[in-house]
């Protein structure tokens, strides 16, 4: 899904774009970013590993390696290069994702585009819900003053880190422009919720800097119908086995086909409408035994 | 004839009350050493060699003369004694603070009741002396247009005699001297607090002038510039940024200080070299203001230094009492978030020292008893510069941390106690242990093994 809208979006700009990210040890984002994106200028941060396990894990020379925190290597990359930057972190939100955020949106130039993936529960430290007066504890002036009392509950909590998030990507934007000539806005994209593998309950959100005076429609986000929504997107894929996919595939969108597909009891209703949702945007995954 | 007219005019006494009111008689003295540096300022603004400004201060009278270059007769005339800068008055082409018209007179009026203002410059030598209750109501009889009887109405001018010879002043400059002094001054005057006070002041906020060769006594002892200063070596180096916001030329330099005096940690900010902000720890300077945390004693080593200048003070953000900053101000809003974009690596850097647990102090001390200083002044003409080429921006660059003490710190806590002594010899002898710290460790190290945890 976010390659599909980085395709779409990135040859409107004409221009060399970088990447950033954290690459970890398999530079998935990396791999694709470069093969689909032909995006030549690479940086991954990681904390944690010796920088030579990194640099031997890098599948490709054009990926610099930069260990250490966020926060300390993302002042060390020039930024106001056009970029992606997609920072996937680890945990739950937290003050230091909205430093780096900061740091890059006074930075980052037009068609920049920005994304953050986290744990989308907020709790604290034993494992309760925030609170609205915990949550302004350990916020302060990045909680909206009108947040609702039950913000932090899991039905919640996406709404609230999209209001925070989105809040201070706007507000930083706006006191950067008050030195620049060319004035800067943000428009959100990626609002979305879906679950890891391992059963984490992750959020994702992001959008691109323009100069004010371009018209957002040019980007032609119609036909995504996860782009920009005020709630948020919910991925959920179906439970589907190659064979099942494939004859899924051959009966999309043909009522009689998908019914008797439901009637001879190989799939749900629930698992087609599903499968509809996201099926453009599913990678292919198979066990190999090598 | 319009009968319509409802007369708006202040009252002289009222005005005087009011301009008064918001300021202190510090900065009123602070007030008078400004327009004694412009005049320095427009003699050489580089360097003040040669330069003085002698302040004497006692019971009965306030006194300030200066060897600044005095004003002309024209300046007295159009500007220095009207109460408000003309629309059509020059641009003030020389990097000073005084802007609003009201400096030197509120100053006076704040301090007593008869003043007098020499100033000797090129040809032109004069002498304003004014009783304050006499000019308060002091009239004039005027016809205004369409009307036939004259109208009496308050007298604001001021008179002045030309000196052939005589006055005190035989070089060119300027002295000013109170008498009659306002009770509530005699009393402070009196006080040799108030006066080590003023010293204290005027050190920390003319501390430019005073580091570029101006020499100010105050009762005739001389004074020194107070620094401010930042850490500066190739593994600490401060953040920078520089540019310029409608005519007014910004530099933002930030990183670390001192350790040990928290008052010390903050943003200072100069306008045109004068100290207007300082060690401030507010929302003012972008503390607590989105992911930017309030102050906090870890937070002790910050500095940063804001410099503004621009050769048309009226564009300076300052206020009239030039004790802080119109935070409503386009320029230093557009400036702030540069601010704020300085703080955040320090402050994270901060917060990891502070991870470093009982070793933190040390570590601080190290930091600043191993690494070179900077002061204000000499970082504002500092360039910053990577193989010659001037950089505009720089982010801060921090001194290495052990992260293997932070680590360890992280996963840690302390476990404290009290238990009864003569046990605790005890069970140490016992334990061989060297000390009651290493008692804890062994008896928790113990439980743990026989509890098989």
């Given at each position: 899904m976010l390659l599909s809208v980085l395709s779409r979006i990135i040859p409107l700009f004409q221009q060399e774009y970088q990447y950033i990210g954290f690459g970890g040890l398999s530079f998935t984002d990396f791999k694709m970013f470069h093969r689909e994106l032909h995006i030549n200028q690479m940086f991954s941060i990681e904390y944690g590993y010796p920088k030579e396990k990194l640099e031997f894990n890098k599948p490709y020379s054009c990926i610099q390696i930069h260990p250490g925190r966020s926060i300390d290597e993302l002042s060390k990359i020039d930024l106001t290069k056009p970029s992606i930057i997609w920072l996937d972190y680890d945990g739950c939100l937290n003050s230091d994702i909205f430093e780096d955020l900061e740091i890059i949106f006074n930075r980052i130039p037009h068609g920049s585009i920005y994304l953050m993936s986290c744990n989308r529960q907020m709790r604290n430290g034993d494992n309760q819900e925030y609170t609205k007066s915990e949550l302004k504890e350990v916020f302060g002036p990045l909680v909206p003053w009108d947040i609702e009392d039950k913000c932090c509950v899991d039905s919640k909590a996406p709404y609230t880190i999209r209001r925070m998030l989105e809040l201070d990507?706007?507000?930083?934007?706006?006191?950067?422009?008050?030195?620049?000539?060319?004035?800067?806005?943000?428009?959100?994209?990626?609002?979305?919720?879906?679950?890891?593998?391992?059963?984490?309950?992750?959020?994702?959100?992001?959008?691109?800097?323009?100069?004010?005076?371009?018209?957002?429609?040019?980007?032609?986000?119609?036909?995504?119908?996860?782009?920009?929504?005020?709630?948020?997107?919910?991925?959920?894929?179906?439970?589907l086995t190659y064979r099942e996919a494939m004859a899924l595939n051959q009966a999309l969108n043909i009522e009689d086909e998908e019914t008797l597909l439901i009637s001879k009891k190989i799939l749900k209703e629930e698992d087609i409408r599903k499968y509809k949702k996201c099926y453009k945007y599913l990678p292919n995954f198979y066990d190999v035994r090598i | 004839m319009n009968t319509n007219v409802i007369e708006g005019n202040p009252t002289k006494k009222f005005f005087i009350e009011m301009i008064t009111r918001d300021i202190s008689i510090e900065d009123a003295i602070v007030d008078l050493l400004?327009?004694?540096?412009?005049?320095?300022?427009?003699?050489?603004?580089?360097?003040?060699?040669?330069?003085?400004?002698?302040?004497?201060?006692?019971?009965?009278?306030?006194?300030?003369?200066?060897?600044?270059?005095?004003?002309?007769?024209?300046?007295?005339?159009?500007?220095?004694?009207?109460?408000?800068?003309?629309?059509?008055?020059?641009?003030?082409?020389?990097?000073?603070?005084?802007?609003?018209?009201?400096?030197?007179?509120?100053?006076?009026?704040?301090?007593?009741?008869?003043?007098?203002?020499?100033?000797?410059?090129?040809?032109?030598?004069?002498?304003?002396?004014?009783?304050?209750?006499?000019?308060?109501?002091?009239?004039?009889?005027?016809?205004?247009?369409?009307?036939?009887?004259?109208?009496?109405?308050?007298?604001?001018?001021?008179?002045?005699?030309?000196?052939?010879?005589?006055?005190?002043?035989?070089?060119?400059?300027?002295?000013?001297?109170?008498?009659?002094?306002?009770?509530?001054?005699?009393?402070?005057?009196?006080?040799?607090?108030?006066?080590?006070?003023?010293?204290?002041?005027?050190?920390?906020?003319?501390?430019?002038?005073?580091?570029?060769?101006?020499?100010?006594?105050?009762?005739?002892?001389?004074?020194?510039?107070?620094?401010?200063?930042?850490?500066?070596?190739?593994?600490?180096?401060?953040?920078?940024?520089?540019?310029?916001?409608?005519?007014?030329?910004?530099?933002?330099?930030?990183?670390?200080?001192?350790?040990?005096?928290?008052?010390k940690s903050g943003w200072y900010i100069y306008c045109n070299d004068r100290l207007v902000v300082e060690a401030d720890e507010t929302t003012m300077t972008g503390w607590g203001l989105s992911s930017i945390p309030k102050w906090h004693v870890n937070h002790v080593m910050f500095r940063g230094i804001l410099y503004l200048d621009s050769q048309e003070t009226m564009n300076l953000?300052?206020?009239?009492?030039?004790?802080?900053?119109?935070?409503?101000?386009?320029?230093?809003?557009?400036?702030?978030?540069?601010?704020?974009?300085?703080?955040?690596?320090?402050?994270?850097?901060?917060?990891?020292?502070?991870?470093?647990?009982?070793?933190?102090?040390?570590?601080?001390?190290?930091?600043?008893?191993?690494?070179?200083?900077?002061?204000?002044?000499?970082?504002?003409?500092?360039?910053?510069?990577?193989?010659?080429?001037?950089?505009?921006?720089?982010?801060?660059?921090?001194?290495?941390?052990?992260?293997?003490?932070?680590?360890?710190?992280?996963?840690?806590?302390?476990?404290?106690?009290?238990?009864?002594?003569?046990?605790?010899?005890?069970?140490?002898?016992?334990?061989e242990a060297s000390s009651y710290k290493e008692l804890g460790s062994i008896t928790f190290d113990y439980y743990l093994r026989m509890e098989d945890i």
């Open positions: 990507c706007i507000n930083t934007i706006k006191d950067r422009n008050r030195m620049l000539e060319h004035r800067l806005k943000f428009e959100p994209i990626f609002n979305i919720t879906y679950e890891e593998y391992r059963g984490a309950r992750m959020f994702t959100y992001g959008g691109v800097v323009l100069n004010e005076s371009f018209n957002e429609k040019l980007l032609h986000f119609e036909e995504f119908d996860f782009v920009g929504t005020p709630d948020p997107y919910k991925i959920e894929i179906p439970n | 400004d327009n004694s540096i412009d005049g320095a300022n427009r003699i050489n603004s580089a360097i003040y060699d040669g330069l003085w400004i002698k302040l004497t201060i006692n019971d009965k009278e306030f006194s300030i003369e200066d060897n600044c270059g005095g004003f002309s007769l024209e300046t007295a005339k159009k500007y220095a004694f009207r109460f408000g800068r003309p629309e059509d008055a020059p641009k003030m082409r020389n990097n000073t603070v005084g802007r609003f018209g009201i400096g030197m007179k509120r100053s006076l009026f704040k301090i007593g009741k008869h003043f007098s203002v020499e100033s000797l410059c090129g040809s032109d030598h004069f002498l304003v002396d004014v009783n304050v209750e006499e000019w308060e109501k002091k009239t004039k009889t005027v016809t205004l247009p369409g009307e036939d009887t004259p109208t009496m109405i308050d007298d604001w001018s001021f008179n002045y005699h030309e000196l052939d010879r005589g006055g005190a002043l035989q070089n060119d400059g300027t002295l000013i001297k109170v008498t009659s002094l306002n009770p509530e001054v005699q009393d402070l005057f009196s006080d040799t607090r108030f006066i080590s006070e003023l010293a204290e002041d005027i050190q920390r906020l003319l501390n430019f002038s005073l580091l570029r060769g101006l020499q100010i006594y105050l009762n005739g002892t001389a004074l020194e510039g107070k620094k401010v200063e930042l850490l500066i070596s190739d593994e600490c180096m401060p953040y920078y940024d520089e540019g310029e916001v409608r005519d007014v030329k910004y530099k933002i330099v930030a990183g670390l200080g001192e350790i040990g005096e928290p008052k953000p300052l206020t009239t009492t030039k004790k802080g900053i119109d935070t409503t101000s386009e320029i230093y809003k557009a400036i702030l978030p540069r601010m704020k974009d300085a703080m955040i690596n320090i402050l994270d850097y901060l917060k990891k020292i502070s991870l470093m647990g009982d070793q933190a102090n040390s570590y601080r001390r190290m930091l600043c008893d191993t690494t070179e200083r900077a002061s204000a002044v000499e970082l504002k003409s500092l360039s910053f510069a990577v193989n010659g080429e001037p950089l505009v921006h720089k982010n801060f660059i921090s001194p290495p941390l052990d992260e293997d003490v932070i680590a360890q710190k992280k996963n840690t806590v302390r476990i404290a106690y009290d238990v009864n002594k003569s046990k605790a010899n005890d069970a140490k002898h016992h334990a």
